[in-house]
């Protein structure tokens, strides 16, 4: 009979759950890497030495970590079930976009035909909110009054007439957007308007692809339109 002269656990159960086999046993699977931990702790405990019995707290032990790898294999598997559930869910939504107009973090304003959309975004009600329209050089060409406004989401048109009332021509435009409460900025954000013409999913996620040329994710949309 073999036996074993001192009471750790032996080396060959050791390495069954050493971190350097992690990558082995992935791919053995949960129900593998049990089997071949069992099979090894029955074969040591028949060959143990009687009078030099194994340690219980070292078996303890080992048998606490496969637990525990074996719950992280499960959570790991469960998450990326989810996580390919919810990219799927987020696709299909997605796809129902194609062909909207959305509103998404931008400053730029493409004119055509004397119609532009644009949008800005308010973190807080404000009782002053001035919107600038400038050319490809930045100069200022037309000033959109807005007043008081409430929080949140607020889409714009313009008519592409400059502040002397002449027609701007067609093409790219920028703007900003200033806004104030009793005397006090308010951190106001502008929005870029785009036809969604495309979805693609990537190792980044689903990606809207815009008319215009730019992209957006699913959490950039502030407004359809």
Excluded: C
Excluded at 38 to 54: A, E, G, S, V, W
């Amino acid at each position: 009979m073999t036996t074993i002269s001192d009471n750790t656990v032996s080396p060959a159960l050791l390495n069954a759950m050493n971190s350097s086999k992690a990558s082995a046993a992935s791919a053995e699977g949960i129900a593998g890497t049990q089997d071949r931990f069992m099979k090894l702790l029955i074969t040591q405990m028949k060959n143990q030495d009687p009078l030099n019995p194994m340690d219980n707290a070292q078996v303890t032990s080992q048998m606490a970590q496969l637990s525990t790898v074996t719950g992280i294999e499960k959570l790991n598997a469960s998450m990326s079930s989810m996580q390919s559930s919810y990219q799927a869910s987020q696709t299909m939504q997605a796809t129902s976009l194609i062909g909207h107009g959305v509103l998404v973090p931008g400053s730029s304003a493409m004119l055509a035909d004397g119609k532009a959309v644009l949008g800005i975004e308010l973190p807080a009600a404000a009782d002053k909110v001035t919107v600038t329209i400038r050319d490809g050089a930045g100069k200022a060409i037309h000033k959109i009054e807005l007043g008081q406004q409430a929080a949140g989401t607020l889409p714009l048109a313009w008519d592409g007439k400059t502040d002397s009332g002449a027609a701007a021509a067609n093409g790219q435009y920028s703007f900003d957007v200033t806004a104030s409460s009793a005397g006090s900025a308010i951190k106001a954000s502008t929005l870029t308007f785009g036809q969604v013409g495309s979805v693609s999913t990537g190792a980044s996620g689903v990606k809207l692809n815009l008319t215009n040329g730019a992209s957006a994710t699913m959490a950039d949309v502030r407004e359809i339109i």
